[in-house]
């Protein structure tokens, strides 16, 4: 006797292949050029996401510093039409209490935002069930207490925390530093151009015979910088993404103990953004001068170092400057507004694992963001 076959309805074959498909709950906060690309990213991709992998991606909060947008069922297109209208003040004790009421599993929270503050929510996050993707580099920044404590309740909680973008935006660089310290694999040197605005700001004023401010003027205007360049000019975020790395080698430093160059002339480090903006043309004859210093075929590039004994928890040096490299070196081959990272271990002694690419851009670190997203939306 033949066993019967069931045949079912066409629409409850559809609710079935609903049912079987992992629906990952993501609050974004921050918006701006990184977060709104992100957000666009993901909306438009829902669909390809949802036939090749069975997950539905959901955007059910998107917030800034001002608003929220609540929306159980996900973003639409018109996201940022609906949030104008429809965004209403907020804590963001809100979002997680939004998770709870409507049962939401599978709970992301993206940082985007550049604020020291809203890191602080990440414990309370954690605790409730939250992942955490994030392109903001604060929190791994700060005390190694907060750092210490963040990676515990991480622990405890069985969550997630990726950051891939906090160095090198998009690039596959703190993942490969992490397999090959955990491996054993002992790194003795991490040396590179950490900055993509840097990296074009000095590659072209090398290159071209142009004015340092007028090269700065292109970066600003090709969104290469921050709104304000000074926040790329003074060194302190190629500091942060060099304590980073640190720290992903179990090394105990502190922001203090790194040696960072300044770019900017003392009298306009403390004026407003619009008069230092004014008053570029004034970095001009300080960097011709290094310029016509420098020796015959080197280059000018915004270094940052890790070096010294780093199988001490405190024997590392970190050191971020402006330096002269050889033309025909692989940092003074570099173009455009790329990144690299020389990566020097025991194994490969004095030939270092280089990792290169894109190292600005928004929609760059979005994409970098959105892969993190997924890789935990994989595993959880």
Known sequence: MSAATIELPLEQLINLEKIKKKKINIAIFGHGNVGSHLVNQIISSKEEISRRRDLELNIFAIANSKTLLLQQNGLTKNWIQEKTVSGKEYTPEEVISFAKKNNLQNLILVDNTADSGFVQNYLAFVENGFHLVSSNKIANTLDLNFY??????????????????????????????????????NITRIRGVFSGSLSYI????????????????????????????????????VGRKLLILARELDLHNEFADISIQNLIPKDLRK?????????????????????????????FRYVADLHGDLSKETGALLDVSLVSVSKNSMLGALKGSDSIFEI??????????????AGAGAAVTARGVFGDILRISDKD
Do not use: M, W
């Not at 963040?150 to 998009?170: F, H």
């Not at 020097?344 to 690419?357: L, R």
């Open 202 to 237: 000095f590659n072209t004023f090398s290159e071209e015979d142009r004015t340092f401010s007028s090269v700065l003027k292109s970066a600003i205007n090709k969104e290469f910088t921050e709104p304000d360049p000074r926040e790329d000019l003074c060194g302190n975020d």
């Open 148 to 185: 210490k404590e963040l990676r515990q309740k991480l622990i405890s909680k069985k969550r997630q925390y990726l950051y891939e973008t906090n160095v090198g935006a998009g690039l596959p660089l703190i993942d490969t530093i992490k397999l090959l310290h955990l491996s054993g694999e």
């Open 271 to 299: 004026v407003s953004k619009e008069e230092f903006l004014e008053r570029l043309n004034e970095l001009d004859i300080p960097f011709q001068i290094k310029k016509k210093n420098q020796s015959k075929d080197s280059v």
């Open 344 to 357: 020097y271990t025991e194994s490969y002694g004095d030939n270092p694992i280089v990792i290169q690419g």
